[in-house]
């Protein structure tokens, strides 16, 4: 199940990444960088943490050292122009879809193993910290 869950969290973001190259702008690179950054808390806060496997912690490391690099390339796609900024999204796709394979044929297997009380939990976790937005209202307030 939570394996399911961040496996489509990565093709959402593949699709962002998509459109920006496709049609650069700002607000898709806004949504690119706001879900590649809480992608990456969560597993690096709460997912990697529920790793028990010492077969997987040099996988993690390298996992954990590519979203520093890739949240690098991002913070330089916001201050590039013209054709770079193309460029460098595309590099940072080349990337995100080899670390993208190298979790959901690693740590997200795992995932699998945990219990679905265990993977409530973690997905409990993303609720807890989750902000709706600033003007929202309950439907009956709307």
């Known amino acids: ?4 869950i961040l496996t489509l969290d990565h093709r959402r973001i593949e699709e962002l990444v ?12 806004n949504e690119i960088r706001r ?3 809480n992608h ?9 943490k529920e790793v028990k496997d010492s077969n997987l912690l040099p996988i993690i490391k390298s996992l954990e ?7 690098m390339i991002l913070d330089k796609i916001k201050t590039s122009e013209g054709e ?17 394979g190298a979790e959901e044929g690693s ?5 699998e193993s945990l219990t679905e009380e265990e993977q409530a939990k973690l997905i409990l976790e993303e609720i807890k910290i989750t902000t709706p937005p600033a003007n929202w209202k309950c439907k009956a307030l709307s």
Do not use: A, C, T
């Not at 990456?40 to 990697?48: A, D, G, K, Q």
């Not at 050292?65 to 949240?71: D, L």
């Open 65 to 71: 050292i590519e979203h520093g690099s890739m949240w």
């Open 107 to 111: 740590v997200y297997q795992y995932l």
């Open 18 to 29: 998509n459109i920006f190259i496709d049609n650069p702008s700002i607000y898709i690179y």
């Open 1 to 4: 199940m939570l394996s399911l």
């Open 40 to 48: 990456v808390y969560w597993e690096e806060e709460f997912l990697f």
């Open 84 to 100: 770079s900024i193309r460029e460098k999204m595309e590099s940072f796709m080349r990337i995100l879809l080899e670390h993208d």
């Open 35 to 37: 879900s590649y950054i």
